[in-house]
């Protein structure tokens, strides 16, 4: 792909004093722009109390988090090219500079493509029977009157929708694995419902003994059934880096980061991890607090494989596979005014918007590994949040 023609301007920095209100207001004023509004709230303004119910219990007002901006990200998603500023709250230093210098690599290499390849929302009832047998035949029944079932997750819920069940036999026990379209919600409160009424279905026509609506509990916490099957949105950005366009910006050779990262591999065997990545619990984390996820889901979503490799040109390949985000773009705090804001930033907000939502969140965080990758080859890290990262009393410095 050839290198986008930049609409968006670059993020304004000014190193002696990149704190100060007017250089904040002009980056701010970027974003207004990009979202088509007033940020009022992410300027600092309070946000009503009213506004957090259905969100918290005994509330006593709002945490303010810093929130500052990456990009601009030039990304080809499965509904159109796109530029876009990307919203990250965090309190680490170093890293929205991390990840801007991975978005201006992909951008000058032509742009991240970035696509949800499958999406469906899994839940794991479970059922007891006197014997594998009546495991065995419950699971049969299930299947056959997948149908039946199905009616009662669309009495629930305009959008929801049971795709398929595959059961699993377990000694005496029967493992449902339920899997459900959602729309451009998250969806977690309708599949649990849809779940426990259909387990319980299930278990009087089948004479179960007992049955547990989270019979193998998934749920925000990182497993190697959702790395291998995907539960949500599973994600794949990749982008192909010219080795002139890494050696001007990111100072490294093709070969060095593919060195680089079959070491990491290596380390990641040994330990066992499902996170295949580098920094992608950093990116995903920042983007989701900013956005108004359910910022528990980040367990499950920071779980995935980076793939670098030199082409047959000598250029760089860079892959990222996301399994298993778990987003939405609407219901739950994406409600809330400081949410709203940001997912207007990146064009997001709203229904029809969360499988944009998840290819921007995956091309966000290629670009960070990338950096980060580039930074490690180079023994960057620790100088680079020496000098950005510090917080330390100037008496100290």
């Not at 305009?158 to 595959?166: C, D, N, P, S, V």
């Not at 309708?190 to 004479?207: F, K, L, T």
């Not at 794949?236 to 079959?262: F, G, M, W």
């Amino acid at each position: 792909m050839d290198a986008p023609s930049p609409r968006l301007p670059r993020i304004p920095r000014d190193r002696a004093q990149d704190y100060e209100a007017s250089i904040v207001a002009r980056r701010r004023a970027l974003c207004e722009g990009a979202a088509g509004r007033p940020l009022h709230h992410a300027a600092g303004e309070p946000v009503p109390t009213e506004a957090a119910k259905g969100n918290i219990e005994n509330l006593i007002g709002y945490l303010q988090v810093p929130l500052g901006i990456a990009g601009p990200l030039w990304a080809h998603t499965s509904s159109g090219s796109c530029e876009v500023y990307v919203p990250m709250a965090t309190t680490e230093g170093a890293m929205v500079a991390s990840y801007s210098r991975g978005m201006r690599v992909m951008n000058l290499a032509g742009g991240v493509r970035t696509r949800v390849l499958a999406d469906g929302l899994s839940q794991h009832p479970m059922l007891l029977f006197a014997d594998g047998a009546g495991a065995e035949r419950a699971g049969r029944w299930a299947q056959e009157n997948q149908r039946d079932l199905a009616k009662i997750v669309e009495g629930l819920s305009r959008h929801g929708r049971l795709q398929r069940i595959e059961p699993q036999v377990i000694g005496r026990r029967l493992l449902l694995r339920l899997v459900f379209s959602t729309g451009d919600a998250i969806g977690i409160n309708m599949a649990a419902n849809a779940s426990d009424r259909i387990a319980a279905h299930v278990a009087q026509a089948c004479g179960a003994e007992r049955y547990y609506v989270h019979g193998q509990d998934v749920e925000k916490r990182a497993n190697a059934r959702a790395l291998v099957e995907g539960r949500g949105r599973s994600v794949l950005a990749e982008v192909s880096v010219p080795r002139a366009v890494l050696l001007e910006t990111l100072r490294v050779e093709p070969k060095a980061l593919a060195d680089i990262h079959r070491t990491y591999c290596v380390g990641y065997a040994q330990m066992g991890t499902q996170n295949w990545a580098v920094q992608i619990a950093n990116g995903l984390a920042a983007v989701l607090l900013a956005c108004g996820q359910d910022v528990a889901y980040l367990t499950e979503c920071a779980t995935g494989w980076l793939d670098l490799e030199v082409t047959a040109s000598g250029d760089l390949y860079a892959a990222l596979t996301l399994p298993n985000l778990i987003v939405g773009t609407v219901g739950g705090g994406t409600s809330l005014p400081a949410a709203q804001e940001c997912l207007d930033v990146l064009g997001c907000r709203g229904a029809g918007k969360a499988q944009r939502f998840a290819e921007l969140l995956g091309a966000t965080a290629l670009a960070g590994d990338l950096s980060l990758m580039a930074a490690f080859c180079r023994h960057e890290f620790v100088a680079a949040h020496e000098r950005l990262g510090r917080n330390r009393p100037a008496q100290d410095a």
